[in-house]
């Protein structure tokens, strides 16, 4: 992929910086305007650079009730995702471009405090710089970058602060894991240029030695990491999506256009994970959470 494909997604953060930190109100006083904190390792934006912006937003909306509006004046085509009103997204529009994006996917953003170096540690520890660090007027810093497994990534710093931590909401993400071809040298990586400590987890898989790991920054899990168990997939970050009901989501996604290439199992998260692809290429994970048993 050429880099103006990743310059594309990279643009699209005037929405993430606007859209996440919104303006106090007039009457809420000077507390209130006070920049709020920034959360290092939190994924705090996601983007989906598509090959067809059309398809793509039928599928969405119908799988999460997502609504889509159109950022005015944005130097390439662009869209909020919207749930329910709350900006939680976007929509990179790369349908007059599909020799660019054989494939659709999702490009996740996660907070740093300081994105040039950031992006300096990434080249330095073998990763790749696709989209120099720059400045969105003065609301954000960014850059996209590759880790030396290629796995493709967003970095940002946002002037006023990152959105707090709030309990899950469905239709929501949730989470993101990293699906690494070589597991500890990505947790290596990460902890070099991201500051995360990696801790053993159960992944909630039975009858699999499955080896899961939590990072963390802060006391904070941020994402997951586990050898990817298909070894022709290359390493990548799958963001998660709240749902209800996961077989139910994983039908309703079918049903829509997307294929399901998880299903649903009792050995797995006891039937609460599924990983969908929507109809333009771009993989997602739907998860009904907490997932643990009663009792347990």
């Given at each position: ?5 990743f310059a594309?997604g ?24 006070a ?7 939190k ?60 494939e659709?996917?999702?490009l ?7 994105v040039?170096?950031?992006?300096a540690?990434f080249?330095?520890?073998g ?14 810093r ?29 239709g ?41 790991y ?15 168990p ?22 309703k ?5 997307g ?11 006891d039937g ?14 739907l ?10």
């Open positions: 992929m050429k880099k103006s494909l594309a990279a643009l699209s953060l005037i929405v993430a910086a606007v859209a996440l930190v919104p303006r106090p109100a007039a009457s809420a006083g000077a507390a209130a305007k920049p709020r904190p920034h959360l290092p390792g994924f705090v934006w996601f983007d989906l650079l598509t090959n067809d912006a059309k398809a793509a937003e039928a599928y969405y909306g119908g799988l999460f009730g997502w609504t889509f509006e159109v950022l005015k004046d944005h130097e390439r085509p662009y869209k909020i995702i919207r749930d329910k009103g709350q900006p939680i997204g976007g929509v990179v529009d790369m349908t007059t471009r599909k020799e660019q994006l054989p659709s996917t999702w996740g953003y996660v907070s740093v405090p300081d040039d170096a950031a992006a540690a080249k330095e520890k990763g790749a710089v696709l989209k120099a660090p720059f400045d969105v007027a003065r609301l954000a960014a850059a996209v970058v590759t880790d030396p497994q290629h796995a493709l990534l967003g970095l940002i710093h946002i002037a006023k602060g990152d959105p707090p931590d709030t309990p899950p909401a469905s929501r993400f949730l989470w993101i894991e990293h699906m690494a071809k070589d597991a500890p040298a990505a947790m290596a990586f990460y902890h070099d240029v991201l500051g995360y400590d990696a801790k053993p987890l159960d992944a909630g898989v039975a009858g699999v030695d499955f080896a899961y939590a990072l963390g920054r802060g006391g904070k899990n941020r994402a997951g990491l586990y050898a990817t298909w070894k022709d997939l290359n390493s990548n970050w799958l963001p998660y999506v709240l749902v209800a009901d996961a077989a139910a989501a994983a039908e996604a079918k049903a829509l256009g294929r399901v290439v998880l299903a649903p199992s009792p050995d797995t998260r609460s994970l599924a990983i969908v692809v929507d109809p333009t290429g771009a993989a997602l994970a998860q009904k959470y907490p997932f643990e048993k009663s009792g347990k």
